[in-house]
């Protein structure tokens, strides 16, 4: 049941086109957002916020797990999943981003080009990321409980004023819960890209906890595609032709690593996890 709820959710979210139906409609933002308007003790409304409603659907996941209810569990399994996971649309994204690399215009500064792309590439491998992987990982090692703890730690996270004193510790929660995933997504890129080259970091990143995900899988990423060297660039045109291809690749990766994960769900489903 596990690896269907998982074939049934990598299908939605390939084909996903338009906006998020149930983040829109489950109260849980609203639920957060009540108690973070309230005067609790920071851990007591992590605890409320995240806590109590993880417990619910753990207890609720239990109840259904055997019998004829396990298809109760599949449908539980699978509104928790669509809620979790983000929709992107990295098609359109990266259609915009190669439609403005060839609006440059030359005798463009370079550094500042230079700069636009190595920032779009970063936060797309990361939202791309954040937006599904951690959320099969933890629902892989822990069903519908872990994948709810997931989601809704990061959306309470998102929730926080950055000067909320909380603010860090919650971001450290989320770091350690993506800390895992990104090294398998890691792996998954050295995999399909250029492993000779990726490994050597890859092994390194396992002793590193320090590093964001989004600088572990930049630097990953950038290795897997055998990106280009944009130091000795000088003009835009050669650089417009080299990040074009750039994009190129990140594309195939990282629409690769969908069905990577995929891969790895059906090795664990065979070996009986």
């Given amino acids: 049941m596990t690896f269907l709820a998982i074939l049934i959710v990598v299908f939605v979210y390939k084909n996903w086109l338009g906006d998020h139906p149930l983040q829109a409609r489950l109260p849980f933002a609203a639920y957060q957002h009540w108690f973070l308007s309230r005067p609790y003790a920071p851990l007591v409304r992590y605890l409320l916020c995240v806590g109590l409603p993880v417990l619910l659907v753990a207890s609720l996941a239990w109840l259904l797990s055997s019998g004829l209810t396990v298809i109760l569990w599949l449908l539980l399994s699978l509104i928790v999943l669509f809620y979790t996971l983000d929709s992107v649309n990295l098609a359109d994204q990266l259609e915009e981003q ?142 417009v032709v080299l990040a074009s291809e750039d994009l190129q690749a990140v594309k195939v990766l990282l629409a690769r690593t969908l069905f990577g994960w995929l891969g790895l769900a059906a090795v664990l489903a065979i070996v009986g996890w």
């Fill in 98 to 239: 190669e439609a403005w690399l060839r609006s440059l215009q030359a005798g463009r500064p370079v550094a500042g080009a230079i700069e636009q792309q190595e920032t779009f590439v970063t936060e797309t491998t990361y939202f791309v990321f954040q937006s599904i992987y951690p959320v099969l990982f933890w629902f892989l090692l822990l069903g519908p409980t872990g994948a709810l703890a997931y989601g809704l730690s990061r959306s309470y996270l998102q929730n926080l004023e950055i000067e909320d004193p909380e603010y860090a510790r919650v971001e450290r929660v989320v770091f350690w819960m993506e800390w895992l995933p990104v090294r398998v997504t890691g792996f998954v890129f050295a995999l399909l890209g250029d492993f000779g080259r990726c490994f050597d970091t890859w092994v390194a990143a396992w002793s590193d906890t320090e590093s964001s995900a989004e600088e572990l899988l930049r630097a990953l990423l950038g290795l897997a595609i055998d990106e280009a060297d944009y130091t000795d660039i000088d003009d835009i045109p050669a650089f």
